[in-house]
T-cell receptor, first 112, second 111 residues
């Protein structure tokens, strides 16, 4: 089945630690995105990538980093500089032109 | 960041009832998307709309692209308990990679 796979489902971060969230898609989409979702709030864009080896900051990129070495993969690193990382993280990809946006099942990140 | 105004914010309905919700924007979009999200899960795309006035169905769900291109509507007919969840809209402008999301409608169905 085609889709977007995020792992792990749950992740815990210790103080001062960097953690990486995985996102893999087999939809052959060029564009991929990372969103953050906080309880009772809408989706906020962290980073997006339109093509391999290229990515742009979204609205809340501080404390996060990404890479796009392969079309299928767009991992997100939550660095120790992100002081409030507890949230639900969603990876997404879109069709050419952006007419449809599909999401993965999400990763819940919590701080120990 | 910008969010689309979605109403109602939440609603309780009886099983078998029809449900309507809408999404409004101060600016126009080329695409409207509707999603359902269950707790702890990612949003699932329900319906995509591409043309002003377009009416599209997916089973018991029907969505419309407003003629002003600034709003969209979602109807659920004959609701069932598994319709419980959060529904939200998203607007997209051609040539951009930015999606603007609605504030969400929390639906609760009473059996």
């Amino acid at each position: 089945d085609g889709g977007i796979t995020q792992s792990p489902k749950y992740l815990f971060r210790k103080e001062g630690q960097n953690v990486t969230l995985s996102c893999e898609q087999n939809l052959n989409h060029d564009a991929m995105y990372w969103y953050r979702q906080d309880p009772g709030q809408g989706l906020r864009l962290i980073y997006y990538s339109q093509i391999v080896n290229d990515f742009q900051k979204g609205d809340i990129a501080e404390g996060y980093s990404v890479s796009r070495e392969k079309k299928e993969s767009f991992p997100l690193t939550v660095t120790s500089a992100q002081k409030n990382p507890t949230a639900f993280y969603l990876c997404a990809s879109s069709t050419a032109g952006g007419e449809k946006l599909f999401f993965g099942s999400g990763t819940q990140l919590s701080v120990l | 960041g910008q969010q689309l105004n979605q109403s109602p914010q939440s609603m309780f309905i009886q099983e078998g009832e029809d449900v309507s919700m809408n999404c409004t924007s101060s600016s126009i979009f080329n695409t409207w998307l509707w999603y359902k999200q269950d707790p702890g899960e990612g949003p699932v795309l329900l319906i995509a709309l591409y043309k002003a006035g377009e009416l599209t169905s997916n089973g018991r769900l029907t969505a419309q692209f407003g003629i002003t291109r600034k709003d969209s509507f979602l109807n659920i007919s004959a609701s069932i308990p598994s319709d419980v969840g959060i529904y939200f809209c998203a607007g997209h402008r051609s040539g951009t990679y930015k999606y603007i999301f609605g504030t969400g409608t929390r639906l609760k169905v009473l059996a």
